[in-house]
Protein backbone atom coordinates (compact mmCIF):
# COMPACT_ATOMS: atom_id res chain seq x y z
CA UNK A 1 0.00 0.00 0.00
CA UNK A 2 1.69 3.14 -1.22
CA UNK A 3 -1.39 5.64 0.10
CA UNK A 4 -2.00 6.41 -3.20
CA UNK A 5 -5.37 4.67 -4.40
CA UNK A 6 -7.17 4.56 -7.96
CA UNK A 7 -10.04 3.40 -9.07
CA UNK A 8 -11.61 1.67 -11.42
CA UNK A 9 -8.55 -1.17 -11.39
CA UNK A 10 -9.57 -1.94 -14.90
CA UNK A 11 -12.07 -0.43 -17.40
CA UNK A 12 -13.54 -1.24 -20.93
CA UNK A 13 -15.17 1.40 -23.18
CA UNK A 14 -16.12 1.98 -26.57
CA UNK A 15 -15.09 4.91 -28.27
CA UNK A 16 -18.35 7.15 -28.00
CA UNK A 17 -17.99 6.73 -24.25
CA UNK A 18 -17.75 8.98 -21.69
CA UNK A 19 -15.87 7.65 -18.64
CA UNK A 20 -13.71 9.05 -15.93
CA UNK A 21 -10.31 8.26 -13.49
CA UNK A 22 -9.91 8.78 -10.12
CA UNK A 23 -6.81 8.99 -8.14
CA UNK A 24 -6.51 9.55 -4.28
CA UNK A 25 -3.70 9.88 -2.52
CA UNK A 26 -3.68 9.96 1.49
CA UNK A 27 0.18 11.38 1.78
CA UNK A 28 -0.61 15.12 2.47
CA UNK A 29 1.51 15.56 -0.55
CA UNK A 30 0.98 18.75 -2.90
CA UNK A 31 1.45 17.93 -6.12
CA UNK A 32 -0.35 15.02 -8.14
CA UNK A 33 0.27 13.98 -11.55
CA UNK A 34 -1.06 11.28 -14.74
CA UNK A 35 1.43 9.03 -16.76
CA UNK A 36 0.37 6.76 -19.46
CA UNK A 37 1.99 3.42 -19.61
CA UNK A 38 1.58 1.92 -23.16
CA UNK A 39 3.71 -1.79 -23.59
CA UNK A 40 7.72 -1.22 -24.76
CA UNK A 41 7.47 2.23 -24.00
CA UNK A 42 8.84 4.42 -21.33
CA UNK A 43 6.15 6.31 -18.94
CA UNK A 44 5.07 8.88 -20.86
CA UNK A 45 4.11 11.82 -18.21
CA UNK A 46 0.22 13.61 -19.37
CA UNK A 47 -0.41 16.06 -16.34
CA UNK A 48 1.05 17.62 -13.27
CA UNK A 49 -0.63 19.68 -10.40
CA UNK A 50 1.22 21.17 -7.58
CA UNK A 51 -1.22 23.40 -5.21
CA UNK A 52 -4.25 22.12 -7.49
CA UNK A 53 -3.11 24.30 -10.72
CA UNK A 54 -1.75 22.62 -13.41
CA UNK A 55 1.58 23.32 -14.18
CA UNK A 56 2.41 20.92 -17.31
CA UNK A 57 0.06 19.78 -20.17
CA UNK A 58 2.48 17.66 -22.02
CA UNK A 59 0.94 18.30 -25.26
CA UNK A 60 -1.72 15.50 -24.32
CA UNK A 61 -5.30 14.96 -26.81
CA UNK A 62 -8.72 17.10 -25.56
CA UNK A 63 -9.86 13.69 -25.61
CA UNK A 64 -8.29 13.36 -22.14
CA UNK A 65 -9.46 15.98 -19.58
CA UNK A 66 -7.88 16.18 -15.87
CA UNK A 67 -9.67 17.98 -12.99
CA UNK A 68 -7.80 18.47 -9.62
CA UNK A 69 -10.62 20.05 -7.01
CA UNK A 70 -7.96 19.44 -4.08
CA UNK A 71 -4.77 18.46 -3.43
CA UNK A 72 -5.76 15.16 -2.55
CA UNK A 73 -8.02 14.35 -5.54
CA UNK A 74 -7.27 13.95 -8.94
CA UNK A 75 -9.81 12.70 -12.15
CA UNK A 76 -8.61 11.86 -15.58
CA UNK A 77 -11.61 12.32 -17.80
CA UNK A 78 -11.91 10.54 -20.99
CA UNK A 79 -14.27 11.19 -24.18
CA UNK A 80 -13.90 9.77 -27.50
CA UNK A 81 -10.84 7.77 -27.23
CA UNK A 82 -9.05 5.91 -29.80
CA UNK A 83 -7.87 1.90 -29.51
CA UNK A 84 -4.77 3.37 -29.32
CA UNK A 85 -5.27 5.39 -25.64
CA UNK A 86 -5.71 1.71 -24.80
CA UNK A 87 -3.00 1.45 -22.00
CA UNK A 88 -2.34 1.88 -18.63
CA UNK A 89 -2.87 4.82 -16.75
CA UNK A 90 -0.86 5.72 -13.51
CA UNK A 91 -1.13 8.58 -11.28
CA UNK A 92 1.37 9.51 -8.83
CA UNK A 93 1.97 12.33 -5.78
CA UNK A 94 4.87 13.91 -4.48
CA UNK A 95 5.38 16.58 -1.69
CA UNK A 96 5.78 19.45 -3.86
CA UNK A 97 7.08 19.48 -7.42
CA UNK A 98 10.20 21.49 -7.92
CA UNK A 99 12.57 18.56 -8.18
CA UNK A 100 15.06 16.83 -5.64
CA UNK A 101 15.28 14.16 -3.31
CA UNK A 102 11.87 15.19 -0.94
CA UNK A 103 10.10 15.32 -4.70
CA UNK A 104 9.93 11.42 -4.74
CA UNK A 105 6.90 10.72 -6.97
CA UNK A 106 4.70 7.66 -5.09
CA UNK A 107 2.48 5.33 -7.91
CA UNK A 108 -1.00 3.74 -7.37
CA UNK A 109 -1.79 0.90 -8.92
CA UNK A 110 -3.08 2.19 -12.00
CA UNK A 111 -5.97 1.89 -14.02
CA UNK A 112 -5.72 -0.59 -17.33
CA UNK A 113 -8.04 0.81 -19.79
CA UNK A 114 -8.89 -1.08 -23.35
CA UNK A 115 -11.02 1.50 -25.89
CA UNK A 116 -12.63 -1.00 -28.47
CA UNK B 1 15.90 15.38 -26.97
CA UNK B 2 15.56 13.72 -24.13
CA UNK B 3 16.79 9.73 -23.88
CA UNK B 4 17.15 7.30 -21.00
CA UNK B 5 18.44 3.90 -22.47
CA UNK B 6 18.19 0.61 -20.89
CA UNK B 7 18.55 -3.07 -21.57
CA UNK B 8 15.16 -4.46 -22.33
CA UNK B 9 15.77 -7.85 -20.25
CA UNK B 10 17.94 -9.37 -18.28
CA UNK B 11 18.19 -12.81 -16.34
CA UNK B 12 20.41 -13.92 -13.55
CA UNK B 13 20.53 -16.24 -10.83
CA UNK B 14 18.88 -16.29 -7.30
CA UNK B 15 21.56 -15.65 -4.99
CA UNK B 16 23.77 -13.85 -7.60
CA UNK B 17 24.54 -9.96 -8.20
CA UNK B 18 23.24 -8.31 -11.45
CA UNK B 19 23.92 -4.29 -12.30
CA UNK B 20 21.43 -3.02 -14.55
CA UNK B 21 22.55 -0.14 -16.54
CA UNK B 22 21.18 3.21 -17.49
CA UNK B 23 22.39 5.89 -19.58
CA UNK B 24 20.45 9.22 -20.57
CA UNK B 25 21.04 12.37 -22.32
CA UNK B 26 18.74 15.52 -21.13
CA UNK B 27 18.21 18.58 -21.40
CA UNK B 28 18.44 19.46 -17.48
CA UNK B 29 19.59 17.33 -14.49
CA UNK B 30 17.76 17.30 -11.23
CA UNK B 31 18.82 14.26 -9.47
CA UNK B 32 17.86 10.02 -11.02
CA UNK B 33 15.73 7.61 -9.37
CA UNK B 34 15.35 4.12 -9.87
CA UNK B 35 11.74 2.50 -9.31
CA UNK B 36 10.76 -1.31 -9.27
CA UNK B 37 7.56 -2.29 -10.66
CA UNK B 38 6.15 -5.95 -10.52
CA UNK B 39 3.50 -7.05 -13.52
CA UNK B 40 0.17 -5.24 -12.76
CA UNK B 41 1.57 -3.12 -9.95
CA UNK B 42 2.44 0.50 -9.11
CA UNK B 43 6.53 1.34 -9.59
CA UNK B 44 7.54 1.99 -6.14
CA UNK B 45 10.74 4.03 -5.29
CA UNK B 46 14.08 2.34 -4.90
CA UNK B 47 16.48 5.01 -4.62
CA UNK B 48 17.87 8.53 -5.71
CA UNK B 49 21.11 9.95 -7.21
CA UNK B 50 21.97 13.67 -7.55
CA UNK B 51 25.87 13.58 -6.61
CA UNK B 52 28.43 11.21 -8.10
CA UNK B 53 28.80 8.08 -6.32
CA UNK B 54 27.59 5.21 -5.09
CA UNK B 55 24.36 4.95 -2.81
CA UNK B 56 24.07 1.78 -0.79
CA UNK B 57 20.61 0.70 0.76
CA UNK B 58 20.43 -3.07 1.70
CA UNK B 59 20.94 -5.17 -0.89
CA UNK B 60 20.64 -2.37 -3.46
CA UNK B 61 22.70 0.38 -5.01
CA UNK B 62 22.59 2.82 -7.01
CA UNK B 63 25.73 5.00 -8.55
CA UNK B 64 25.69 7.70 -10.51
CA UNK B 65 28.18 9.72 -12.56
CA UNK B 66 26.84 13.24 -14.05
CA UNK B 67 29.76 13.91 -16.67
CA UNK B 68 28.86 10.31 -18.58
CA UNK B 69 25.19 10.11 -18.33
CA UNK B 70 25.42 7.09 -17.09
CA UNK B 71 24.20 5.03 -14.24
CA UNK B 72 23.33 1.68 -12.42
CA UNK B 73 21.11 -0.21 -10.34
CA UNK B 74 23.04 -3.45 -7.99
CA UNK B 75 21.19 -5.97 -6.82
CA UNK B 76 23.34 -8.54 -4.83
CA UNK B 77 21.84 -11.95 -3.11
CA UNK B 78 19.44 -11.90 -5.83
CA UNK B 79 15.79 -13.37 -4.20
CA UNK B 80 12.75 -14.76 -6.82
CA UNK B 81 10.99 -11.66 -5.81
CA UNK B 82 13.31 -9.21 -7.15
CA UNK B 83 11.43 -10.95 -10.84
CA UNK B 84 10.46 -7.27 -11.94
CA UNK B 85 10.64 -4.60 -14.46
CA UNK B 86 13.47 -1.73 -13.20
CA UNK B 87 12.88 1.99 -14.28
CA UNK B 88 15.30 4.13 -14.44
CA UNK B 89 14.17 8.33 -14.02
CA UNK B 90 15.38 11.73 -14.58
CA UNK B 91 14.45 14.64 -13.05
CA UNK B 92 14.82 17.16 -16.16
CA UNK B 93 15.10 20.03 -13.62
CA UNK B 94 13.15 23.54 -14.29
CA UNK B 95 9.88 24.68 -13.03
CA UNK B 96 8.38 21.23 -12.75
CA UNK B 97 9.26 17.97 -11.36
CA UNK B 98 9.22 16.39 -14.47
CA UNK B 99 10.72 12.58 -15.05
CA UNK B 100 11.82 10.98 -18.16
CA UNK B 101 11.79 7.44 -17.93
CA UNK B 102 13.11 4.69 -19.86
CA UNK B 103 11.28 1.93 -21.44
CA UNK B 104 12.76 -0.59 -18.27
CA UNK B 105 14.70 -3.57 -17.84
CA UNK B 106 12.69 -6.91 -16.78
CA UNK B 107 14.58 -8.61 -14.96
CA UNK B 108 14.23 -12.50 -14.21
CA UNK B 109 15.60 -14.40 -11.58
CA UNK B 110 15.88 -18.01 -12.21
CA UNK B 111 16.50 -20.70 -9.58
Known amino acids: ETGVTQTPRHLVMGMTNKKSLKCEQH?????MYWYKQSAKKPLELMFVYNFKEQTENNSVPSRFSPECPNSSHLFLHLHTLQPEDSALYLCASSQGASGGPQETQYFGPGTRLLVL | GQNIDQPTEMTATEGAIVQINCTYQ??????LFWYQQHAGEAPTFLSYNVLDGLEEKGRFSSFLSRSKGYSYLLLKELQMKDSASYLCAVSSGGATNKLIFGTGTLLAVQP
Open chain 1, 27 to 31: LGHNA
Open chain 2, 26 to 31: TSGFNG
